[in-house]
């Protein structure tokens, strides 16, 4: 496995290139329910991280509207400049999850739409301890990762296809999945498979 594709220099090039036409086409998948489901966890007022917030949309533009306070971050330059302008309200810088300082217990919530499936699998529990960090005692983290349903493995750590582009995946089984979050000091909440604009992703909701 060449692991250049995992390299944040990659998916931060390839996300620029794709930047236009994924946000373009980013109505193609359907979140409308999921982030209304969220929406009733938290306040006007709320503090809400994105991380690999991509454009801003949905996630960003939802929470902004529900009265949250919303900082998102993302590898792609592209990316920041479409959510900066789809969500002028919200606070969004570039930065990388593997290396980047966040604060700690000062979310509500942390979520991550379609992003930790691009990190290898040794560095994938260290985003969990940083959003387990980050986020206030009682606060909840709702992330996307892949799973059997997307690659067709019990494990995986490759690359596939994406649109025009070559773009890396990496996931462990859901009982790994389980483990792993309960070791880093999640409940879970929830944890299921949902088909969404074609693909089927495994999404989590978990509380500290």
């Not at 999921?34 to 009733?40: F, H, K, M, S, V």
């Amino acid at each position: 496995m060449n692991e250049k594709y995992f390299s944040s220099e990659y998916l931060a090039r390839t996300y620029d290139q794709m930047a236009e036409s994924y946000n373009d086409n980013r109505h193609l998948f359907k979140n409308s329910s999921q982030l209304e489901e969220l929406g009733e966890l938290v306040e006007k007022g709320d503090r809400v991280l994105d991380v690999g917030c991509g454009s801003g949309i949905p996630a960003g533009k939802y929470f902004v509207g529900h009265g949250c306070e919303l900082t998102g971050f993302d590898l792609s330059e592209k990316m920041i400049e479409l959510a900066r302008k789809n969500v002028p309200a919200g606070d969004f810088f570039k930065a990388d999850i593997l290396t980047v300082d966040l604060p700690s217990e000062t979310y509500d919530m942390v979520i991550s739409f379609y992003c930790i499936f691009h990190i290898e699998k040794k560095h994938q529990e260290d985003v969990f301890r940083k959003f387990h960090w980050t986020v206030k005692p009682g606060g909840y983290s709702y992330f996307t990762l892949a799973g059997d349903k997307y690659t067709g493995k019990r494990e995986f750590q490759g690359t596939m296809r994406f649109g025009d582009h070559l773009l890396p995946y990496a996931h462990f089984s859901e009982d790994q999945y389980r483990e792993m979050l309960t070791e880093v000091g999640f409940d879970i909440l929830s944890m299921k498979d949902l088909t969404i604009g074609g693909e089927t992703m495994l999404w989590v909701l978990a509380r500290k």
